[in-house]
């Protein structure tokens, strides 16, 4: 899809919802995923500058997630540049996408958005290490805060577990596994993410009691983080103040949407022997998030350096082929080309 193109579908959701449209998109490509992080803010502040105040701001949002705190900021930033704020889901809107949804007026959703719970998962440097074959050291795992407590409910509701040595026993096992920083993250985590679910929510209900429950179900209630929760579930089941476009605005959207796909390749899987194909070797750019508004881009591409080697396994005589990777350049660029 050509830029002219892309510009006009965005004037024209424009022109339907009466607002000024924000875009947020973070790739998921399979290979070169991107998340929703705190780099973003001085790029947004711009378009947000261009912009100026206004009665309603709507955001195009997708993606799978990342860190919550930026989600919680980047509404608090919006909303200094509107009297109304609402989120436009395409797609999918997941993890920390999904928090940021809490905070607008008003989720419009398409048949295909979708959002998810909002329990997090914590990284920290003395967490779990997870041997990867083929890679020395391997990484550390991200420990989900809802299977903590889960695994403590199973003790205590499935095993019956109530009397204070055997509950100290399934902690002191707990612990052997999990480093206690790592617990004490966790548990800060749990904290956190609820403080923010239920600040955010005030913007987008009143009721207290509908405000809680809320949080509840899409922290503890959904058992699973990946589980999808459907545009009639976030309406009929949750309660939120869901809004369906017509057929019109969606076909705008889905277009738009489709825009987007093509300049980051969402449902490609990244794949270095497609990129060389019949070349030895070259320097690739993938774009991996854009911000847009009208006549404003903002694009984080990573450039590499991607070889085709030979190498030799250790009691292999054949030789085996293989990639190099290497990363020459990575950041956000203002970009007009595209």
């Not at 424009?14 to 995923?33: H, M, P, Q």
């Not at 983080?225 to 476009?245: C, F, W």
Request: glycine share 6%.
């Amino acid at each position: 899809m050509e830029r002219t193109e892309r510009m006009n579908l965005l004037e024209s959701i424009e022109k339907e919802r009466a607002s000024k449209l924000l875009v947020y998109i973070t790739g998921d490509r399979t290979g070169l995923e991107t998340k929703i992080s705190a780099d973003i803010f001085p790029f947004f502040h711009k378009h947000l500058i261009q912009i100026g105040h206004q009665k309603r701001i709507d955001l195009f949002l997708y993606s799978t997630g990342g860190m919550t705190i930026a989600g919680y900021s980047l509404v608090n930033l919006i909303r200094e540049f509107c009297d109304e704020f609402n989120v436009i889901i395409p797609f999918k809107a997941l993890s920390c996408a999904t928090l940021i949804s809490l905070g607008a007026n008003e989720i419009m959703m398409t048949p295909t958005a979708q959002l998810s719970p909002i329990d997090p998962s914590v990284e920290h440097p003395l967490g779990p290490i997870v041997q990867i074959p083929g890679q020395a050291g391997g990484r550390i795992a991200p420990v989900n805060v809802e299977d903590v407590n889960a695994f403590v409910n199973l003790a205590k509701e499935e095993f019956a577990l109530k009397e204070e040595d055997s509950l100290k026993k399934v902690f002191e096992l707990l612990a052997s596994k999990l480093h206690p920083l790592v617990l004490g993250a966790v548990q800060r985590s749990r904290e956190q993410i609820e403080f923010l679910a239920l600040n955010l929510l005030e913007y987008h209900c009143k009721e207290k009691s509908k405000i809680q429950e809320v949080v509840n179900t899409l922290i503890r209630k959904r058992f699973s983080h990946d589980y999808i929760i459907s545009r009639r579930e976030a309406k009929d089941v949750l309660n939120l103040n869901v809004v369906e476009p017509d057929q019109k605005l969606t076909l705008f959207i889905i277009n738009l949407f489709s825009g987007y796909n093509g300049i980051m390749k969402l449902d490609t899987p990244y794949n270095p022997e497609t990129e060389l194909s019949t070349t030895d070797s070259g320097t690739f750019s993938f774009n991996r998030a854009i911000i847009e508004s009208c006549n404003l881009t903002h694009v984080f591409r990573t450039t590499k350096e991607i070889k085709r080697v030979q190498f030799q396994q250790p009691g292999i005589p054949i030789s085996v082929s293989g990639y190099q990777e290497r990363i020459l350049k990575e950041g956000w660029f203002e970009e007009d080309k595209i």
